[in-house]
């Protein structure tokens, strides 16, 4: 299970952090990532990390902003947003993906998603 929250109402130029709380040992074990859905469009990639944390990709309309994280011991993922636009709007949901070492992008590789936490950037 996977419990997502931090979002809120921010001014363009701001930042927020996400986190989403895991339940489970297997946390440590699988890729980890965050997606967003705006209102009327599907939902994408944002930015993922490998088991150990050595590994990151992201969106390209949010490199050098945002910047992902998690600490498995506190069965936890994290999502730095700063420098925050309009545009980021959405509801950002965590996702766990495979064991595999390797890093995705596809929704569909991610079988297990939280609830999801709204972020709204006003300019």
């Known amino acids: 299970q996977l419990q997502a929250s931090g979002g809120g109402l921010v001014q363009a130029g701001g930042s927020l952090r996400l986190s989403c709380a895991a339940s489970?040992?297997?946390?440590?074990?699988?890729?980890m990532g965050w997606f967003r859905q705006a209102p009327g469009k599907e939902r994408e990639f944002v930015s993922a990390i490998t088991r150990t944390g050595i590994s990151t990709n992201y969106a390209d309309s949010v490199k050098g902003r945002f910047t992902i994280s998690r600490d498995n011991a506190k069965l936890t993922l994290y999502l730095q947003m700063n420098d925050l636009k309009p545009e980021d709007t959405a509801i950002y949901y965590c996702a766990a993906g495979p064991s595999s070492p390797w890093l995705s992008s596809t929704v569909t590789d991610f079988n297990l998603w939280g609830q999801g936490t709204l972020v709204t950037v006003f300019s």
């Open positions: 489970g040992r297997t946390f440590s074990n699988v890729l």
